[in-house]
């Protein structure tokens, strides 16, 4: 991949990551812990979503599910091959489970979950070779802004 393609290809990720960061501070504004997340078919968003469990009184509705379940739906499909996900925070098992099972091609998040996260910091479940796929995960993308934000969450939240 030449030098023109990889920066093509950052600027791109940098902006979806950006429109998972405002599901995430839209998830912060209702009370929800900050996390956002937007599904990429063919470079067009088909699916977006962010945390919604105290609102929905529904523990799975993480943002990754929330989103991966509007893209689904969008497509008319159970399965995702070749999808990207956008995601602010590491996903958690649950999510990675899912991920799976909608057999996305490729996982780009922000900030790393060292207490829950699936794709390489608590566990890695992407690259895991008795599971029946593998997800690419690439971690960091826009790491410090995804984190300020989850920091700032819950700094005001311990008041």
């Known amino acids: ?36 997340a937007i599904v990429v078919v063919g470079g067009v968003i ?22 991966i379940r509007a893209a689904a739906t969008a497509l008319g499909a159970y399965r995702l091959p070749g999808a990207d996900l956008y995601v602010t925070l590491e996903p958690c098992a649950m999510c990675v489970g899912a991920i799976i099972q909608a057999r996305i091609a490729r996982i780009y998040f ?18 895991d070779g008795r599971l029946n796929h593998r997800v690419e995960a690439y971690g960091g993308l826009m790491e410090a802004e995804c ?9 005001a939240r311990r008041g």
């Open 147 to 155: 984190g300020a934000l989850l920091k700032d969450f819950f700094r």
């Open 46 to 67: 088909e699916g977006v979503g962010h945390n919604r469990p105290i609102a929905a009184r529904d523990p799975t509705a993480h943002a990754e599910i929330v989103a």
């Open 1 to 36: 991949m030449g030098m023109a393609n990889e920066n093509r290809t950052l600027r791109g990720d940098a902006t979806m990551m950006a429109r998972a960061l405002a599901e995430a501070r839209r998830a912060a504004a209702a009370g929800e812990v900050p996390v956002g």
């Open 110 to 127: 922000g900030a790393r979950d060292d207490k829950a996260g699936a794709l390489g910091s608590v566990f890695d479940l992407g690259r």
